[in-house]
Every structure is written in C-alpha cells, then in structure tokens.
C-alpha cells in the first residue's frame, strides 16, 4: 500500500509543501496549553520507494527528531504532551533520473498525540500526513541533481514537523485540543447529550411510579 502511494507521488511536479525552514523565520503563535514532554520517532516498517537513494533508519530518525525538538521546543504551555511519529515510506530523488520526470523526494508518515496527564492519546488512529519537498530554484529539476542526501533528508524532516504542527492546530479548532475554541463546543455538547440522558431517566422513573402496581403471587392459604 504504502509503495503504490509512494511510486504515484514521486513524480508530482506541482504539489508541494510550504517551506518548512522560512516558517521557522516567523513570529511563534502560541499552541493553548501544549508544551512538549517527548517526542518519539521509529521506523518499525519503512519502505524505500522506486528510484530512491538509500537512506538508514537512524539518519531518518535523527533528521526528524531533531526537526520536531526544533519546532516544538518553541512552544511554552502549561500542560505536557507527547508526539509520536512512525515513518513509513519515503522517496529521495537521485541524481541520473530523465530531467523531464523532474522526480521529487517525498516522506509518508503517521503521528499520534498524547495528553501526559490524562494518559492517553488524543487521537485514537495515528494521522496520516504525506510530505513533499518545497519548490524553490533548487527542487523545481529534481532534488537529486542540486541536493545532496543529507540536505534531502533535513528539509523533508523540517517539512514534516510543519505538516504535524499545521494538523495540530486544526484539531486544536475543531476538536479543542490544547485548550483551544473547540473545547468549548465540545464541553456543551457533552453536556447537552448528558442533559439528554437525565431528562429520559427521569421521565422513564415518573411513568414506572405511576403505573398501577399487580400481584405477582396469590397469598399463601391460612393454616
């Protein structure tokens, strides 16, 4: 599955993320409450793509922990969380590849957040996210041809801790993550379905209390 997905992307020419490196050069936005506790990356079962330079998992792991100890270090909350990420697959282009496939390198990843005090995962199935290089004037002909493995392997890392961090403020919108505006929607509707929950309790206790009571044995004879 992932090797599909890997070959049909390698040779995208338009699509591409935004440049992971000149974000970094912005001011911090804040993140609600989250403040890193671990972040925690393994490769349990990459899967090197076609027309790949070969890349070790502990390169791997050191470029994309020291990408998301980078990002998220920045952030100063007051409640701890732990990132999780797997990589599963990734393509990093070559050099000797026709010019007109123009081959980009690309990673597929999955990540999982956890809340440290709670104890337990903010998302219960790990968020799938696929990471394209940038466009700029070294990429636009292939990677392969003007970067070397290793500035391959940093930028894609630091491309993929702002796909991680992008999808965390969504769910921090929409789900309230972190603190965030959703969490208050969250909470009424909680509490609008427990509402709900009494109201069908109470009514169901009111109709049994009012039916007429029945013997459910004869009286024993008299001796």
């Known amino acids: 599955m992932i090797r599909r997905l890997i070959a049909g992307l390698v040779l995208l020419t338009l699509a591409a993320c935004a440049d992971g490196a000149r974000e ?49 270090r920045r952030y100063e909350g007051d409640k701890f969380y732990h990132i999780g990420v797997s990589i599963e697959g990734y393509v990093l282009a070559q050099p000797g590849i026709p010019l007109v496939l123009s081959p980009k390198s690309v990673m597929i990843l999955r990540a999982t957040v956890w809340d440290d005090a709670a104890g337990e995962k903010l998302n219960p199935e790990p968020k799938e996210i696929t990471v394209l290089e940038a466009v700029n004037p070294d990429t636009v002909v292939g990677s ?53 929950a009494s109201a069908a309790g109470t009514e169901a206790a009111r109709v049994a209390a009012s039916a007429p009571l029945t013997e459910t044995a004869e009286a024993a004879p008299a001796e």
């Not at 050069?25 to 993140?31: G, H």
């Not at 090197?48 to 990408?67: F, M, Q, Y």
């Open 24 to 72: 970094l050069e912005k001011p911090t936005e804040p993140l609600g409450d989250f403040k890193l506790g671990h972040a925690i990356v393994v490769t349990p079962n990459i899967v090197k793509g076609p027309v790949s330079r070969e890349a070790t998992d502990e390169e791997w792991i050191a470029a994309l922990d020291n990408a998301l100890e980078t990002r998220f």
């Open 144 to 196: 392969g041809l003007t970067q070397s493995k290793e500035v391959q392997l940093e930028n894609l890392s630091v491309n993929a801790a702002l796909q991680i961090e992008k999808w965390m403020r969504q769910m921090q919108r929409s789900e309230g993550w972190f603190g965030g505006s959703g969490a208050n929607a969250a909470t009424a509707a909680r509490l609008a379905a427990e509402a709900r």
